[in-house]
């Protein structure tokens, strides 16, 4: 049973983290637009200003969900990739967007980390396309783990 699913989060890493990462950058676009507009509002007419922490609610646990979802995709594509770029741009990417992700939980987020984290949550998107174009090529595809 445990092999079936290894067999199947290996095969599906790709689209699993591509829609992970898609998935993700549309929540944090929608929100920060939310969060800036319903601050907008309420602050309009007050004047005042202050930081708004973050806070592990609803939000809080779906940004968590996310890194682990992307977490396990990187892992088991990372995994089945020939193409050592790949391999280390998704490292890369995925710890870069991790950690941007959890820093503003102590209070620190300026404009460029949310940047930041975004352009890695692009680049975890674009190496997922990259990986599954390449790495499921007939001359390198391990039939275990290829999508047909």
Do not use: R
Not at 9 to 35: M, N, P, R, V, W
Not at 48 to 74: E, Q, T
Not at 107 to 117: D, H, I, K, Q, T
Request: proline share 1%; hydrophobic share 45%; charged share 15%.
């Amino acid at each position: 049973m445990i092999e079936k699913v290894q067999i199947k989060l290996e095969k599906y890493a790709d689209q699993i983290g591509f829609t992970g990462s898609f998935f993700c950058l549309i929540h944090c676009i929608l929100t920060s637009g939310l969060i800036f507009i319903s601050s907008t509002v309420s602050h309009i007419h007050d004047g005042h200003d202050h930081d708004h922490g973050h806070v592990f609610d609803f939000w809080g646990v779906l940004d968590i969900s996310m890194i682990l979802v992307g977490g396990v995709a990187v892992y088991f594509a990372s995994k089945k990739t020939h193409s050592k770029p790949i391999k280390w741009g998704l490292w890369l990417s995925y710890l870069v967007y991790a950690t941007s992700m959890l820093i503003k939980y102590v209070g620190f987020e300026p404009v460029w980390l949310a940047v930041l984290s975004y352009t890695a949550s692009f680049a975890l998107i674009a190496l997922h396309l990259a990986n599954l174009k390449f790495s499921h090529s007939s001359k390198e595809c391990d039939s275990k783990v290829c999508v047909s």
